[in-house]
């Protein structure tokens, strides 16, 4: 007999899975497919992966590279703009006026020297009342050319300095000048060398100017010099990687415009959208257009400061050197005593101005001639016209040099004329060759061959002022221009997805 066991205890109920609803219960609604994308960086993605995002990303883009393009154009038009100014229109002037200054210093003290040498002496070429005219004239010069000199100075506490000395030692020199020529009127003495008396005042007149003001006058030109060379390499180089950068952001900008076009050209089933078009013709023009008036204002800029400024900076400087050498070969027949010391200081000056080798100055006159006669055909000497010789540029430029290398030569040999009849005893002979014509002739051809080069640098500055009208109000033209066409060509597909 078989004993049941116990009944099998139920299987146990499958556990309710946690997503399934109970019975009954509301049942779970998936969320719909844009709510994945919750966070505001996830939704501008989105927009951005549209149709519409795409055209506001390239439209964006473009007038970016736009805006970068004007803003280079912008800056390095006003590089060349602050270049032209500075050499053509403030300090460059005022720096040929501190060279006028040496000048004016010079002619004053060999005029002076010039009244004393004559006496009252009334049958040489040039009057003693024209002299004082001249020192009159010079002198007032002087006071124009230190006052700009003072504000070419107004930031250099050294250079200030150096003008207000000059202008205490100008008034100490016209002095003892004037108690000299006083002195001199009184005495009445045949051409030649003055009494003792006036002598003893006027060195100490021509010591003070030669020693002490036209040091002072030379180094202020000098450093004046100094601040116009740095102002236009500044300059210079800022327009030259200015021009680099206006074609690289006008090449970015065709670029971001060209991309736009083709976009929506594909996308749109469009074979040109005219507006960006005409966009793209206006950028490419606003470059081009940069990039050729920045060249040319390169080219004004060296032309004005290598053909021009240099130029008559250095001659400027010869003529004022030459000015002085006169004034020593007055001053070698005013004062015996002193009359190795003043020949010496000739021979210096002469090689400074046209260097050839001569320990004394019958040797220099001896290699002035070979080296005059070799020219055009070869440059042999150094010195200030070596260096205008050796440079070229400037039309008339050779012609107007050989005239002033000939005078020059022609003063040289006049010179030593009045040395061998001033140690031979004719000195009533010396005294009316250094009144001749030769100086004045020479100093004319100069002058001639320095107005060249002011013309070429006036030529220069003008053409590059030139160039740059219209540029305040073109670039942001153009660039508004642009973007305005790019706004205009975009909206009617934007419209589209309203």
Not at 221 to 244: F, K, M, N, P, W
């Amino acid at each position: 007999m078989t004993i049941a066991g116990p009944p099998a205890a139920p299987a146990p109920a499958p556990a309710a899975h946690p997503d399934t609803a109970p019975p009954g219960g509301p049942l779970a609604v998936p969320p719909p497919p844009g709510a994945v994308a919750g966070t505001p960086a996830l939704r501008r993605v989105t927009r951005v992966r549209t149709v519409p995002g795409w055209i506001r990303l390239l439209s964006g883009l473009s007038v970016a590279t736009v805006l970068l393009a004007f803003g280079a154009v912008t800056l390095a038009v006003g590089h060349a703009r602050d270049g032209l100014r500075v050499i053509g229109h403030t300090a460059g002037p005022q720096v040929v006026a501190t060279a006028d200054l040496y000048f004016a210093l010079s002619d004053m003290d060999a005029q002076v020297a010039a009244v004393l040498l004559m006496g009252k002496e009334t049958g040489l070429q040039a009057g003693r009342q024209a002299m004082l005219d001249r020192y009159d004239e010079r002198r007032s010069q002087a006071d124009r050319a230190v006052l700009q000199a003072a504000d070419l100075a107004s930031e250099d506490a050294t250079e200030q300095n150096t003008v207000r000395a000059l202008l205490d030692g100008l008034g100490r020199y016209e002095r003892l000048a004037a108690r000299a020529l006083l002195l001199d009127e009184q005495s009445g003495h045949a051409a030649g060398p003055p009494p003792q008396a006036v002598l003893d005042v006027y060195r100490q007149a021509t010591d003070l100017m030669r020693l002490d003001l036209l040091p002072k006058a030379y180094n202020l030109t000098l450093d004046s010099g100094t601040i116009v060379r740095h102002a236009y390499l500044a300059e210079l180089s800022a327009v030259q990687t200015g021009r680099l950068w206006v074609g690289l952001t006008g090449l970015l900008a065709l670029l971001a415009l060209i991309g736009l076009q083709v976009y929506l050209s594909r996308g749109f089933r469009r074979t040109l959208n005219l507006p960006l078009l005409l966009a793209s013709v206006v950028v490419g023009a606003l470059t081009l257009a940069g990039v050729l008036v920045l060249q040319h204002e390169g080219n004004a800029l060296t032309s004005a400061k290598e053909d021009g400024f240099n130029s008559v900076l250095a001659l400027s400087r010869a003529r004022a050197i030459g000015n002085t050498l006169r004034g020593d070969e007055i001053r070698y027949l005013l004062d015996p005593q002193r009359a190795d010391t003043y020949e010496q200081v000739y021979l210096d000056k002469s090689q400074s101005v046209l260097y050839v080798p001569g320990g004394n100055l019958d040797k220099y006159y001896t290699a002035l001639d070979e080296a005059v006669s070799g020219y055009p055909g070869k440059v042999t000497f150094l010195g200030f016209y070596g260096t205008e010789a050796s440079a070229g540029g400037v039309s008339g430029q050779q012609a107007a040099v050989s005239r002033v290398l000939r005078l020059y030569q022609a003063f040289q040999r006049n010179d030593q004329q009045i040395r061998r009849l001033a140690t031979g005893g004719s000195r009533r002979e010396a005294v009316g060759r250094v009144m001749g014509p030769s100086f004045g002739a020479y100093d004319d051809a100069l002058v001639r061959l320095t107005t060249l080069h002011r013309t070429a640098f006036d030529d220069a500055v003008a053409g590059g002022d030139r160039a740059l009208g219209g540029w305040n109000w073109l670039p942001p033209a153009a660039a508004l221009a642009a973007i305005l066409l790019v706004l205009i060509g975009v909206r009617p597909r934007l419209a589209e997805y309203r």
